[in-house]
């Protein structure tokens, strides 16, 4: 059993940056693959960023490539979304996300465990 708690969400303004935190309960947390989706009002949730449980590869939606950077720290059990150059469509509730495979996370945006989520809001 793996639970997710998100934090660092908040108000921005247009060019800011935010970092986001998922910090893990459980001791298999380094066995998993990890990744944030977001969702914002009206729209289905989607991928934003997927990183391998060894941290050596990770992946990145198209609308925040070069914006957005993933890490984890497996000894904090932590995962970090960096976020700079933010947009106000970056805005959305950000979750993250638990996977045993990176794929089930970038390609069927499917996963075991699920955040509860951070608001992040740009203002324009």
């Known amino acids: 059993q793996v639970q997710l708690v998100e934090s660092g969400g908040g108000l921005v303004q247009a060019g800011g940056s935010l970092r986001l935190s998922c910090a893990a309960s459980?001791?298999?947390?380094?066995?998993?693959?990890m990744g944030w989706f977001r969702q914002a009002p009206g729209k289905e949730r989607e991928f934003v960023a997927v990183i391998r449980w060894s941290g050596d590869s990770t992946s990145y939606a198209d609308p925040v490539k070069g914006r957005f950077t993933i890490s984890r720290d497996n000894v904090k059990n932590t995962v970090y979304l960096q976020m700079n150059s933010l947009k106000p469509e970056d805005t959305a509730v950000y979750y993250c996300a638990a996977a045993t495979t990176h794929s089930r996370l970038r390609v069927r945006a499917e996963a075991d465990y699920w955040g509860q989520g951070t608001q992040v809001t740009v203002s324009s």
């Open positions: 459980g001791r298999t947390f380094s066995s998993y693959a």
